[in-house]
């Protein structure tokens, strides 16, 4: 059973455009909901992170939006440029101590065209 | 300010052999996590490891896979009679501490390949 969907598996984008990537999550006990973004033969790095209690947290150019009622957060990258190229995953852990666990999404494959 | 260290890059291993993976943790970090990626999938969480001690081990295959964090040297995960399946990359993941303050930090992983 996949608790953290995420869509779409790839993604095109032409530079200066905007990426968006999805993720729906199944377990009401989730209350941490990390993205990661992987370059390839990289481990995966912290992008940003929301916590259910705000709706929405920007850093720079990334964006989190986070529906409680739907269990749906997303990801908004503005002005996207081809260095974002890469795959993102979304991620989310439970409260209680265990917010190392966490349940990954498959991933999306994000490619920005020059 | 070296980060989370792994070793080897890649291994290849044959069927029936054993891989040792090692991982160091950033400096002053005291816990340790593994996580298994295979191919089209996302990372899946494995064990947690302080020092000397397991602490949660619900996601390791309950044949064959071993892990440790000794007191001096590395974290290292065992995976004995490896099999095709095996084939993935393996994740070492640090922190300084437990809890959502304490974001994980990863290293470039171990490439496994069995054949």
């Known amino acids: 059973q996949q608790q953290v969907k995420q869509s779409p598996q790839s993604l095109i984008v032409q530079k200066g455009g905007i990426s968006i990537i999805n993720c729906a999550y199944e377990?009401?006990?989730?209350?941490?909901f990390p993205w990661y973004q992987q370059f390839p033969g990289k481990g995966p790095a912290l992008l940003i992170a929301i916590r259910p209690d705000v709706s929405e947290k920007k850093e720079g150019r990334f964006t989190i939006s986070f529906n409680k009622s739907a269990k749906q957060f997303s990801l908004h990258i503005m002005d996207s440029q081809p260095g974002d190229s890469a795959t993102y995953f979304c991620a989310a852990s439970r409260r209680g101590g265990s917010n190392y666990k966490l349940t990954f999404g498959k991933g999306t494959l994000l490619t920005v065209n020059p | 300010n070296a980060g989370v260290m792994q070793n080897p890059r890649h291994l290849v291993r044959r069927r029936g052999q054993e891989a040792r993976l090692r991982c160091s943790p950033m400096k002053g970090h005291s816990h340790v996590y593994w996580y298994r990626q295979l191919p089209e999938e996302g990372l899946k969480f494995m064990v947690y490891?302080?020092?000397?001690?397991?602490?949660?081990e619900s996601g390791m295959p309950k044949e064959r896979f071993s892990a440790e964090f000794p007191k001096e040297g590395p974290s290292i995960l065992r995976i004995q009679q490896v099999v095709r399946g095996d084939s993935a990359a393996y994740f070492c993941?640090?922190?300084?501490?437990?809890?959502?303050?304490?974001?994980?930090?990863f290293g470039n992983g171990t490439r496994l390949t069995v054949t």
């Open positions: 993941a640090s922190s300084p501490g437990k809890g959502t303050g304490s974001p994980l930090h």
């Open positions: 377990n009401t006990a989730f209350d941490y």
């Open positions: 490891l302080q020092k000397e001690n397991i602490i949660d």
